[in-house]
């Protein structure tokens, strides 16, 4: 990895270089992987191998802090990270609950800005036929579910009229003859 990368392509010609580069290697961790260099070092090797174990617990269908437990357990009985374990285990336990709290709370971060530039692009798409209410703006920049938005979107890319497609949503119901 290089830190230029960092910082986007930049036009350069052979008269203008970076005059400092910073090249890192970046290395995988995980347990089954650089066996060689967690053979080199213990704790590094029993923590591979502890996330080893609570992520085969996720795979196996087990709620994450069952998977926590479970995976303590069997590294205890495997004399793996019991120093830390045994001392600290609740700090530990809350910690990895903790840290699985931010992830689900950053992937609903992530997906509420993918709802709303979805739903901004739904208006922009009913604006090129029309004035579109405030009152069906709000409704678009209120809904969350990508599916939904998803298929708003398709019927806003197709529609003739605003008042077409609140029909499609079923916001106005269709005159049925």
Request: hydrophobic share 35%; with cysteine; aromatic share 8%.
């Amino acid at each position: 990895m290089r830190l230029s990368d960092a910082f986007g392509k930049k036009e350069h010609t052979s008269e203008r270089t970076p005059a400092l580069e910073c090249v890192a290697v970046m290395l995988n961790i995980n347990y089954g992987h650089n066996m060689e260099l967690l053979g080199k070092c213990k704790r590094l090797h029993d923590y591979a191998y502890f996330v080893n174990e609570v992520n085969q617990n996720l795979q196996k269908g087990y709620p994450y802090e069952k998977s926590i437990y479970l995976a303590m357990e069997q590294c205890e009985e495997s004399d793996i990270l019991r120093d830390i374990l045994g001392k600290q285990r609740s700090e530990v336990f809350h910690l990895l609950l903790n840290e699985f709290d931010v992830k689900i709370y950053e992937r609903g971060l992530k997906a509420e800005g993918k709802a709303e530039g979805q739903a901004e692009y739904i208006i922009e798409l009913l604006e090129d036929v029309g004035e579109v209410p405030e009152a069906l703006k709000n409704l678009i920049m209120r809904q969350t579910n990508l599916e939904t938005l998803s298929k708003w979107h398709k019927l806003a890319a197709r529609t003739q009229s605003i008042e077409d497609f609140e029909k499609a949503v079923g916001l106005i119901k269709s005159d049925f003859k």
